[in-house]
Each structure stands twice: as structure tokens, then as C-alpha cells.
């Protein structure tokens, strides 16, 4: 069973990091942290990958339930491609969306967030990374933080998110019934979903606050309020969108591009965050960028 591109992205860190290390030692200034944060970035150097990568076809119209409703099973890769090739970096088939296209805003963050957010190194933001604390994406971090493949898996009562990402799990309950009064905050929060036309909604609340909503610093409230999209186009094609509020952090509900997965045809792989070495790399890395020249 081959490995994904998670090895790769290990591998480049390191090196950028040893680089970085090197030149600190030498006293050199100015020398900027690896950007670990976007494994896709990391490896987009001019010259590398296949930038003629094809998106994959529609494939005709998306299956349907006995219910009548849209039939989102399956195993989804993000972008347009159906797989997760990393020879395939800086190519625009491996993005979800296109910024000229479908632009995204970037989080309407308070003056005193935007501060708190401004204010974090390179460094120091890996460091407070949940997924470099092997801490679960949560969400809608499941999706929009998550370049590995998902498994959907639709029954007439509920979705089931299985994520290659650490082995992380969701049930959503699809029956649209209230959400509890006090729930107690989890990683994925209390999440219920409805159909509306062909799309389902997932209405989510309570979600831990150790979770960040992008790689390099949003941190939310326990107020938080997660309102995820999520439609079938084609059979080929997943489009996800998520709406964020959060009046204790943001001055605005702020809503994603739509984001593009495509129907793979390979199994989850088994993939669990243990005994990270980066964040021990990253902590040696912070005491030399930081230590007086």
C-alpha cells in the first residue's frame, strides 16, 4: 500500500526547518520559519510537479437515496482530481476553488482577535497548532483544514464523516430535531443536519475552543455557530461551504468558497498523529530564531 503525500510533507518540513536552523547558527538574520501550515505550498516550487494535471469529468448526475434525497457516499479527495498526488503540486487541478473565481474573504476578525492573531510567529503558530498537538481538526476544521480524503456514508437516518486524518469520526443525526439545551463542547460539537432541496445542512454547536478554523491562527469562542453545505452537483463532484459565526470573536458571519471534492476510488488509509517529532523540531527551531544574535 503506497503512502500518501503526509511522508513528503514530514520530509520538507525538516529540511526547511534544518535550513533555517543552520542559518541561525551562522548569524544570519532574517531567516523566515518554514511554512508547514500548507503542505500543497510547501511543495509548489517553480519546475516541480505536473501542472497539466486534468480535473476529473462530471460523470454524469449523482446517485440518489430510496428517500429521493442526493446520495453523498463515498471517498472524496479534496480538489478536482480523485486522488491526492503530490507530483501533481502547484497545479490548479489540486485546488478546491479558484480565488478568481469564487474569491474568500478573510476571517472579520475583532481588533483585539486580529491583534491576538497578528501577533503569533511562524514558529509559535505551528507550535499552537492543534494538528501539530495530534489534536483532532474538529469542526469545520474536518473539512476545510483536512487536505487528506473522507468517506461519507449516508443511511436514511444519519451521515457518517469518516476522516483518513487521524482516524476521526463524526455521526450527524439528519432528522433536523432541536439541538440540546446545554450541550457539553467536543471536538466535533453537536451537529444536526436537514435537507434543504438537494443539499444538506449541518447545523453544529458547542464545539471545543482548542480547535482553529484555518492552519495559522483563528481561534474561536465557545459561541461559536457552524453552518455546513453540503451538495452533490454531479457524480463526480462534492461542493462544501461553511458559513462561521462567532459574535465573541468575529464583527460578521464569515462564509467560505465553495470547495471542490472528487469521488476517489481507493480505500481510507490508516493515518494516527503519535510520538511528533516536528513539534519537538519546531520548539528547537523557536529557541534559535528567538535566541539573541
Known sequence: MKLRVRVVIIVAAFLAAACVSVNAQAGQTGAKPPNVGNPVGNLSQPGYGTPDAKPMPKGGPPPRTKEGHVDLSGVWFAGTMGVDDVTAAG????RQFDPKVTPEEKPPFQPWAAERVKKLSAVDAELLRPSVNCMPRGVPGMFITNPYPIQ????SGFLAQL???NNNFRIIPMDGHAHSNDPDPTFNGEGIAHWESDTLVIDTIAIDDRTWNDYVGWFHSDQEHVVERITRPSMNYL???VTIEDPNVLTK?????????????EPLQEYYCTNNQELEGLKKLRDLTQAPH
Do not use: C, K
Open 91 to 94: 497545479s490548479a487541478a489540486r
Open 152 to 155: 461519507l456514508i449516508q443511511t
Open 163 to 165: 476522516n483518513e486524518l
Open 239 to 241: 461542493v462544501y461551504q
Open 253 to 265: 458571519p464569515w462564509t467560505s468558497a465553495p470547495r471542490m471534492w472528487t469521488l476517489g476510488h
